[in-house]
């Protein structure tokens, strides 16, 4: 089975006034698509006849996108990686902002489409143009991972004393390239014909005869090209103990675990000055300072009070003491099971912290434990049970394997056909759709990436899709649906993203619909479920992202810490939007057969006037049959950051005044303001359906 990609360019016969048409081709075609609705197992509900379902409701045109409005929206987008991160968790452990994602409107255009059929296509080989084994050199580019490397970590004693913490002192970005030269053979094979794929279901399609169009495919072997190449870095990174991040749990202050009191009681042991960071050197304990709490009270403890039996000035072994208890009723010591034997371990009471402000503290020597302020490469720790942690910030050789693939071609084919020059068709013509783009950059390359999602509305609204379905091993169809994990139909559809009753969407909306589609490859049983629920969504979008502070400095609220020249530098800070429609739509494709289920499950919150605030995309397949529920997987989140909306001269009634611009799918690159072709790709909702690798 071959694959293929092509791209179009034009080919004009000299001699022919634009206007005359040399000859007249025509087509008429009723064909339906080969879909069709079975009778199902179960009853499907449905709730939109229903008139009153008692909940909460809102006009869809308020709560989604205004396609009349110049749309400009900015999203945090949490990849698969960091989906179950929340944004202060991200923002905090990693020190930077997730991604951003931008969403865009253009009411000045409209996209119009048409259905296709692929007919009339008898090819003839033109010989004049036809070539065997060429020869064609290329080039591919390899680039290793980007990382920075930690030279130190400081305690930031600039910051309150409530948000100190530890700041690292990273490098700039470090990575490498390298680029492979190799070379491909392959055939260059021309033919001409009267048509491609006339875009028509039915009515007349006129050609001439005298212009021809050429649209050259590239055919590719099933297996890629694979290119390897090993990048070797020394890299500084903190251990893997992640000390900084850790939570004491030894309350009691023994090195062992202990199960609840039942009264606050000492240790047995005698306990020295909580360790603290002297800022001003006076050896006083200051209410500024920070500690080493060991004994969870947050609060600053001295030593314990003891006979000092032979006036050496240190308390010895069998002194007595005063055995004083925390000032709290303490339950079981929490612990993290690090060998996961279930047994708490002298060195697994903590707990983890995503803000890194355990101060550290050494005891190498008992007597005088020492606040390490400063963290260099290869510094050590010892605990004051005697536990060594080494190389707390470690330096290792870091063997970056790097796989990419090319295509390797078998031929590239050309073929030529008359211009298609106008068509008539009955019945209501063309659906025209509003243009939406989203553009991120792309998390494999350092380039961008970007959907464009054409949306109309009507009762509902609809999304134009090419259908798409998972596949069977071994079966591709082009390059690209191979590296996407799904095969599309050649036929555009709409596809129902948001029901509305009578423009309304109502809490405890729920639709259910089931087909069968038949299809060259498989036949597929296609479900699907909608439903709107009511919460209230917190996300960072707050409108002023931060303050200046006293000292005449920008303080943002997400992190008091971070460093920002104005206040739109700083990173976004939550703000809670009350009673959200939420709306789920999950489908499941399952291949008649073998039984093989693929799920995506898209949650959406939507919001008065804002539109889309926070998407989820989570993806299943048929679970093991022992499973008692199924298992789904988040691959995507994307959280709103920024919000734009401005009225503008789009929409049906300045299409009316030809305010509005009509274009052709196939022509979006030559806009401006879109820049990009139109490519198709798998989405649900807004978002881009990925399979994790």
């Not at 040399?22 to 499907?44: A, G, H, R, Y």
């Not at 008692?54 to 929206?73: C, L, P």
């Not at 006036?311 to 007595?320: K, L, P, W």
């Not at 060998?339 to 995503?354: K, M, R, T, V």
């Amino acid at each position: 089975m071959k694959m293929f990609n092509h791209k179009n360019s034009r080919m004009k016969s000299g001699g022919l006034h634009l206007l005359f048409i040399s000859s007249v081709f025509m087509i008429i075609s009723c064909e339906e698509p080969d879909k069709t609705n079975q009778v199902v197992e179960k009853e499907l509900a449905n709730t939109l006849e229903t008139a009153d379902l008692g909940g909460r409701t809102g006009y869809i045109s308020d709560y989604f996108y205004d396609f009349a409005s110049n749309i400009n929206v900015d999203f945090y987008r949490f990849s698969s990686s960091y989906f179950t991160f929340d944004y202060d968790q991200y923002l905090n452990l990693l020190q930077d902002t997730p991604p951003n994602l931008n969403v865009r409107s253009f009411p000045e255009y409209l996209v119009e489409i048409t259905p296709t059929q692929h007919e009339y296509a008898e090819r003839t080989l033109i010989d004049s143009l036809t070539i065997t084994d060429v020869v064609e050199s290329n080039s591919i580019l390899i680039l290793s991972t980007q990382f920075k490397n930690v030279e130190s970590l400081v305690w930031d004693t600039d910051a309150e004393p409530e948000a100190q913490r530890y700041k690292p002192n990273n490098t700039d970005w470090i990575f490498d390239t390298t680029t492979v030269t190799y070379t491909d053979t392959m055939d260059v094979i021309a033919y001409r014909a009267v048509v491609d794929t006339p875009m028509i279901d039915e009515g007349v399609l006129f050609i001439d005869q005298a212009e021809w169009v050429d649209t050259t495919y590239e055919y590719v072997a099933d297996e890629r090209l694979e290119f390897s190449h090993v990048f070797s870095f020394q890299r500084k990174q903190l251990n893997g103990d992640s000390l900084i991040f850790r939570v004491n749990t030894d309350c009691n202050d023994n090195g062992s675990w202990d199960s609840a009191e039942t009264a606050d009681i000492g240790n047995g042991i005698w306990d020295p000055a909580e360790p603290f960071y002297d800022l001003d050197g006076d050896n006083v304990k200051d209410a500024s300072e920070p500690f080493e709490d060991r004994n969870c009270n947050e609060v600053w403890d001295a030593a314990e009070a003891y006979t000092d039996a032979n006036s050496n000035g240190q308390y010895d072994a069998g002194e007595d003491f005063e055995d004083s208890g925390n000032g709290i009723i303490d339950g079981a010591e929490e612990y993290t099971d690090l060998d996961g034997d279930e047994q708490p371990g002298a060195n697994e009471l903590f707990i983890f912290n995503p803000i890194p402000n355990n101060l550290l503290v050494t005891w190498a020597d008992p007597q005088n434990p020492q606040v390490i302020d400063v963290i260099e490469t290869g510094d050590s720790l010892v605990t004051r049970w005697g536990i060594i942690y080494y190389d707390i910030i470690e330096e290792i050789v870091f063997e970056d394997h790097k796989t990419v693939t090319a295509a390797d071609k078998d031929s590239l084919v050309t073929l030529f056909t008359n211009r298609v020059i106008g068509h008539i068709v009955g019945g209501e013509g063309q659906d025209d759709y509003f243009i939406v783009k989203t553009e991120w950059e792309d998390d494999n390359t350092e380039g961008k990436d970007y959907d464009y999602l054409l949306f109309k509305q009507f009762e509902h609204i609809y999304k134009l899709v090419k259908p798409s379905f998972f596949k069977p091993y071994g079966y591709y169809w082009s390059e690209g649906q191979m590296a996407s994990g799904f095969w599309f139909k050649n036929e555009f559809e709409d596809e129902v993203v948001y029901y509305t009753s009578n423009g309304l969407l109502r809490e405890g909306e729920r639709v259910e619909t089931m087909y069968y589609d038949s299809t060259n490859v498989a036949i597929y049983r296609v479900e699907r479920s909608f439903q709107v629920d009511v919460e209230d969504v917190t996300v960072p979008a707050v409108k002023v992202r931060g303050f200046i502070n006293n000292d005449g400095a920008v303080e943002c609220y997400a992190n008091a810490a971070w460093s920002a020249d104005t206040i739109d530098d700083c990173p976004g800070a939550d703000t809670t939007f009350i009673d959200a429609f939420k709306i789920t739509n999950i489908l499941t494709q399952t291949m008649i057969g073998t039984d093989v289920e693929y799920g995506e499950k898209s949650i959406s919150w939507l919001v008065k006037d804002y539109g889309i605030v926070k998407d989820e995309l989570h993806i299943r397949w048929t679970e093991r049959p022992d499973a008692k529920e199924e298992i789904w997987l988040g691959i995507s989140r994307w959280e709103l950051g920024r919000f734009s909306a401005s009225s503008s001269g789009g929409g049906q009634f300045a299409k009316l005044l030809k305010r509005t611009h009509i274009v052709k799918i196939n022509e979006l690159q030559n806009i401006p303001e879109l820049e990009d072709p139109f490519q198709i790709k798998r989405t649900a909702g807004l978002q881009r359906v990925e399979l994790p690798r």
